[in-house]
């Protein structure tokens, strides 16, 4: 079978900015997308190197960036997408950032400030393992703050990836879709397995009981910042490879279609003297 274009993965996994979103009729198993598992992981093999290559050029370019955002529940795989979708990518013009609780310093100031701090500068791809996303998903599910106030939030996270993408910055939001069977899978693996088990955390099963809260919060949080400037992806996570392979196809296309071109510095070999 031949490997999906990016036209048609894209068009599988987007939320539609302004149209009704049902989070609970999106597959989880990435089938629909890869039906094969094989060929996702040739498509995977393939983009990665072709991302690499885009890095470059973005970086040689040094005026644009990207943005890159990871949000799903424990176990869905954000630092394995990030080991997957960029293993051929070299270190250079490459920034990753994964947000824990906000300290103290970050409780002091407004809730986007320590993620506008963390924004990748010109010429860098950044990746977000985890995002301000937290302060309308978890924030919200626990009651971290107000609901008045959280639901001013989703307006200003709008805002504030607009003012990115209209400065340079392209945002490439991706919502890790595992199911909850899948899920409770991969946690009991993080108990028997050594080398998961400190990825465990006794919290990851308090909110596997608030799973249906959470969902409800991922729901309203796709519908209402799916935008034309950053549209949200919903990506099947039960299956790491069709996991990978998806959302390598995503990234390459949001670099393919900035254009890059090698940067000219208007050099010539002739005008030195190589000895």
Request: with cysteine.
């Amino acid at each position: 079978m031949a490997i999906p274009s990016i036209a048609a993965v894209r068009k599988a996994l987007v939320a539609p900015p302004g149209k009704p979103f049902d989070l609970s009729k999106r597959d989880t198993s990435g089938r629909d997308v890869f039906a094969d598992k094989a060929e996702a992981e040739t498509s995977l093999k393939k983009d990665a190197a072709v991302i690499n290559e885009l890095k470059d050029m973005l970086y040689a370019e040094g005026r644009r960036s990207l943005l890159v955002i990871l949000q799903g529940m424990d176990t869905a795989g954000k630092s394995g997408t990030i080991k997957s979708v960029f293993s051929e990518t070299t270190p250079l013009g490459m920034e990753v950032k994964a947000f824990k609780a906000p300290s103290s310093e970050e409780l002091a100031r407004d809730y986007l400030w320590r993620v506008h701090n963390a924004v990748p500068r010109r010429g860098h791809v950044g990746i977000f393992d985890r995002s301000h996303y937290e302060d309308v998903l978890v924030v919200r599910v626990r009651q971290f703050a107000p609901l008045e106030e959280v639901e001013k939030r989703y307006e200003q996270i709008n805002a504030f990836e607009k003012h990115l993408s209209e400065n340079g910055t392209t945002v490439l939001k991706f919502m890790l879709n595992i199911g909850y069977e899948e899920q409770g899978i991969r946690l009991k693996e993080r108990l028997e397995e050594t080398h998961k088990l400190w990825k465990f955390n006794p919290v990851d099963l308090d909110d596997r009981s608030r799973w249906a809260e959470f969902m409800q919060a991922y729901e309203l949080a796709i519908h209402r910042c799916s935008t034309r400037h950053a549209p949200w992806h919903i990506v099947p996570s039960d299956s790491r490879t069709r996991r990978n392979a998806a959302i390598a196809r995503l990234v390459r296309g949001a670099l393919e279609g900035m254009d890059l071109k090698w940067k000219d510095p208007g050099l010539k070999p002739e005008s030195f003297d190589f000895g």
